[in-house]
Structure formats: structure tokens, C-alpha cells
């Protein structure tokens, strides 16, 4: 039986193989006979004609349809037996027909969107960049497009131990700092190791980022919720939480906005020490103040109690998945160990542009503008709500890529507020969204607060940074309208 007799359009999926150049024949023929297998329109159990047969159809020799069925018998997709011919193995399952999906985040319908935690990626620096890589690929020694140093590139890591110790005020040994896929995989890998060692839990901000505890539950650690009030994680409940290792964002905490008190990181390093144990430090947006110079990072004062990690993901673009760990002694040689099992180290060419640019000063020169952009749409933020929804409370310090902003209750109850803003386009989250039975600095219970319909109104977590300043007001213009039931999220 034929391919044309048995396989039906299968003579048309072949015969374009049959045409293509001289030297490219014999693997299009084979890709072709893969395909329809694949597919289906070669079934299981289909014999084949013979390579004298199919190379008469075809127009083609008979040694490039012998090649082409030895080579699908050796991956398993046809089967032969001297005397019995050639035919489809029943190994194989036909794919399941459709397109290539796109998992990252998306917000279909939104016209203008205020969630947080994205920099503004139209200013990416895409000239100076691409100066880098080319500077980057010509330095590069042949030898250093082997495996790498789990921990990194020397020079990525001694620029950027040299830019972190300028800027942010961190004690930064290059020998201790370790390049990662972004903060994520720090974290991960900073709890596969914590968790290696006999720790069961960890503390996390409450409210705080909700992927500090999903990170550690992926490597079996329990997050445990730690309240804050107006400076900074509650003592009492960090002590009587039992852990070892919190997880802080002291600089800016996300998402309440407030920068830790002294005394409160004082305190935070002095309960490391009695419990023998370690704080995270997220350093996730810290080079971003806008009414004084950035404190520095904790970690500065105490550099074997503090892990620091940091990453440019709000800096310049969080899809190049570059990030850092500096890591006391008593961690660093078992998260490079760990480090080196999961990946073998992260790419060299990448880590030698990031490198390129620091040294270079393009870093520097990308942080003053986006600074001055971002001061500006966040002083847009704040007129464009207090001329659209008068009484709406503004907190936290000038910093960052958000601001917590507190509707008054009369704008509705949060669900309400919710609904018809996202009827008229407009994308939003509520403090409550992160987790958290308290949802302000001041430590007022949420629902008696702020997580409905309280006296304290709806606390919302607006995003600005990439955002216009025009696009800012028509976003809240345009949410205003909505809860006031005069525009198109109205009922």
C-alpha cells in the first residue's frame, strides 16, 4: 500500500520535500515523514512503500529515501523487518493541534493601568545598551565562554560590589556577592539553604510581597506573617515568631511605602544576633528617593547578620533577570554550591554587558533620568487625586515606583470601587490585595480600616512609574468618574 493510497494528503506534505534544493532534500524529506507521523496523517500501523517505490513518486534517489527511513527507524517513529517492509511505529502520539501561548503578565482590556512593581520600559536605554554588548562580545576571551564561576563574572561582580558600596552603603566583598536570575532566584536559593540547615519556617512582612512566601514554600519553607506598624516590623511579634530569618524590605517597605525607623533597624539586627539567625534584606527599589539621598541599605551595618539582595529589575527591566546576593561568610559557600547545582551559573555575555555599562557610567547616567521622571509622574499622582477625589490620603515616603493612596469611604466599599473601576478600564489593587490584617502604618486593623467600606476609606496601591504624566491624570479622571457614577464604570 502507498503513501498516496493509505496516507491520503500525506503524497501532498511530501512532495514539497521532493522540491527543495539538491543539498537540503534528504533532511526535508525526513522532517516531512516526521511531521506526518506527528500528526497523525500517518496512523500507526501504515506501511510504507518501498524506497525503490517512494523514490520513484518522489523524483528522488533511492539512497535519500533509504537514509531518510533508517534515520525515523533509529528515533523510534518507523519500525522495519527484512521481508516484511517498513511501517509507522505505534510508539508514537499524535500532538495536540494548537498555538504557542503567552504566560506573562498581561492586563487585556485595562486602559490605564495603576498596579504596581514595573519601571517605565520605554526608557530603557536601548542605544547605550547595545554599545555595551558590543563592547562586552569583542572583550571577551574565548575561554570565558566556558562554564563560569557559579558566583559570576569577576568583573560583573567587582563592579557591581563597587557600584552597591557607593551607592546603597553596603559592605561588598566581591569574593561574597553572587550573581542571579533576579531576586527570585536569590530568595530561592537562600531558602533551600536555610532549609538544608533545619529551619522550618520564616518570617515575612505582613502585609508585605506576596512571592517572598510563595519562593520559600517552593523549597519547603513555612512563611510566617510579621505586622508592622509606622516604623517597621513589630518586635514582639518577630521574637515571639519563633524563626530565624526575616525578610525586610527596610528601604521602602513594599507595599505600605514606609521607610524602617533607626531604632526599628537597630532592633531588627540586634534580634538576629540573640537568635543567631539572618535578615533578608530586599533591597528592590532603593536608589528611587525623591525628597533626600536614598538611606542606605541595612545590610552596611552589619554585614554578616544581613543577606542583601537587589536586582534591576525596577531599574531598568525586569525581563533581563538580573540580580545579586551579598552573603555573610557563614552562608556564601553553600548558596555558590547550590547556586552551581541549579544552573551551572548564569549567562557570561549578559553579565559582561551589565559589567560594560556600570563601569562605563551608563548606569549611573539611566538611574538620574529615571529618577527625574519618576519624581515627576508621582507629583502628577498625587495633584491629579487630590483634584479628582478630594480627600483621598496619600502615605508612605517619596520613593519607589507606588504610593498607597487612601479613598474616602464615600467613593463606596472596596469591592465597589474594584468593580466599576474596572468596568471603565481602569487597573487596580487594594492594600488588602498583599496579605495583610493590618493596612496602614499606623497598625489600624484592616476591615475596621481601610479594607472596605470604614471610616478610613478604600487603601489602594497605585503604580505611577510607567505611567505619563497625561495618562496619570486621564487614569484617574477616568476612575473618579466611575465611582461617582458619571462615567463608564457607573452603574
Request: glycine share 12%; net charge positive; charged share 30%.
Given at each position: 500500500m502507498s503513501v498516496r493510497e493509505e496516507g491520503g494528503g500525506t503524497w501532498e506534505l511530501l512532495a514539497p520535500a521532493a522540491a527543495a534544493p539538491t543539498r537540503r532534500r534528504g533532511r526535508a524529506l525526513q522532517e516531512s515523514l516526521r511531521g506526518a507521523v506527528r500528526s497523525g496523517r500517518l496512523a500507526a500501523g501504515t506501511r510504507l512503500p518501498s524506497t525503490r517505490e517512494l523514490a520513484a513518486e518522489l523524483g528522488v534517489s533511492r539512497g535519500l529515501v533509504t537514509e531518510a527511513y533508517e534515520q525515523l527507524t533509529a528515533e523510534g517513529y518507523l519500525h522495519s523487518a527484512r521481508g516484511a517492509g517498513t511501517w509507522v511505529g505505534d510508539a508514537v502520539r499524535a500532538a495536540a493541534p494548537g498555538g504557542v501561548r503567552d504566560l506573562a503578565p498581561h492586563s487585556p482590556g485595562v486602559r490605564v493601568d495603576f498596579r504596581p512593581g514595573v519601571p517605565d520600559l520605554s526608557l530603557f536605554p536601548r542605544a547605550a545598551w547595545a554599545a555595551a554588548y558590543k563592547t562586552a562580545l569583542g572583550g571577551l576571551a574565548h575561554r570565558q565562554f566556558g562554564y563560569p564561576d557559579p558566583r559570576g563574572l569577576p568583573e560583573l561582580r567587582t563592579a557591581l560590589a563597587a557600584l552597591l558600596t557607593r551607592r546603597r552603603g553596603v559592605v561588598a566583598d566581591p569574593e561574597r556577592l553572587v550573581v542571579c536570575a533576579g531576586v527570585a532566584q536569590a530568595l530561592t536559593l537562600v531558602g533551600a539553604v536555610l532549609r538544608e540547615r533545619g529551619e522550618r519556617s520564616v518570617a515575612v512582612e505582613d502585609p508585605g510581597s506576596p512571592n517572598h512566601g510563595t519562593l520559600f514554600a517552593a523549597v519547603g519553607l513555612r512563611a510566617v506573617g510579621v505586622p508592622l506598624d509606622s516604623e517597621g516590623p513589630e518586635p514582639a511579634a518577630l521574637a515571639a515568631?519563633?524563626?530565624?530569618a526575616v525578610v525586610t524590605t527596610p528601604a521602602h517597605q513594599f507595599p505600605l511605602g514606609i521607610g524602617y525607623s533607626a531604632?526599628?533597624?537597630?532592633?531588627?539586627?540586634?534580634?538576629?544576633?540573640?537568635?543567631?539567625?539572618?535578615?533578608?534584606?530586599?533591597d528592590y527599589d532603593g536608589d528611587f528617593r525623591y525628597d533626600r539621598e536614598p538611606v542606605g541599605a541595612l545590610q552596611g551595618l552589619d554585614p554578616e547578620r544581613v543577606v542583601y539582595t537587589g536586582?534591576?529589575?525596577?531599574?531598568?527591566a525586569p525581563g533581563l533577570r538580573l540580580g545579586w546576593l551579598l552573603l555573610p561568610e557563614s552562608l556564601a559557600e553553600a548558596v555558590v554550591e547550590r547556586k552551581r547545582m541549579a544552573d551551572l551559573g548564569y549567562p557570561v555575555l549578559d553579565q559582561a554587558v551589565l559589567a560594560d555599562f556600570v563601569t562605563r557610567g551608563g548606569y549611573d547616567r539611566h538611574l538620574r533620568r529615571c529618577r527625574s521622571a519618576y519624581?515627576?509622574?508621582?507629583?502628577?499622582?498625587?495633584?491629579?487625586?487630590?483634584?479628582?477625589?478630594?480627600?483621598?490620603?496619600?502615605?508612605?515616603?517619596?520613593?519607589?515606583l507606588h504610593i498607597i493612596a487612601r479613598v474616602p469611604a464615600r467613593y463606596g466599599p472596596a469591592p465597589v470601587l474594584l468593580e466599576r473601576a474596572a468596568a471603565a478600564g481602569v487597573g487596580l489593587r487594594a492594600l488588602t490585595d498583599y496579605g495583610a490584617d493590618r493596612d496602614d502604618a499606623c497598625g489600624r486593623p484592616a476591615r475596621a480600616a481601610g479594607g472596605g467600606a470604614g471610616r478610613g476609606g478604600v487603601a489602594l496601591v497605585l503604580g505611577y512609574a510607567h505611567l505619563a504624566p497625561a495618562d496619570i491624570a486621564r487614569g484617574v479622571r477616568t476612575l473618579a468618574e466611575a465611582v461617582r457614577g458619571t462615567g463608564p464604570g457607573a452603574p
Open positions: 515568631s519563633g524563626v530565624r531604632g526599628r533597624r537597630a532592633a531588627l539586627l540586634d534580634w538576629a544576633r540573640g537568635v543567631d539567625g539572618w535578615v533578608v534584606e530586599d536586582s534591576v529589575s525596577k531599574s531598568l519624581r515627576e509622574r508621582r507629583d502628577a499622582l498625587v495633584r491629579a487625586l487630590a483634584a479628582d477625589l478630594p480627600g483621598t490620603e496619600v502615605s508612605g515616603i517619596a520613593a519607589g
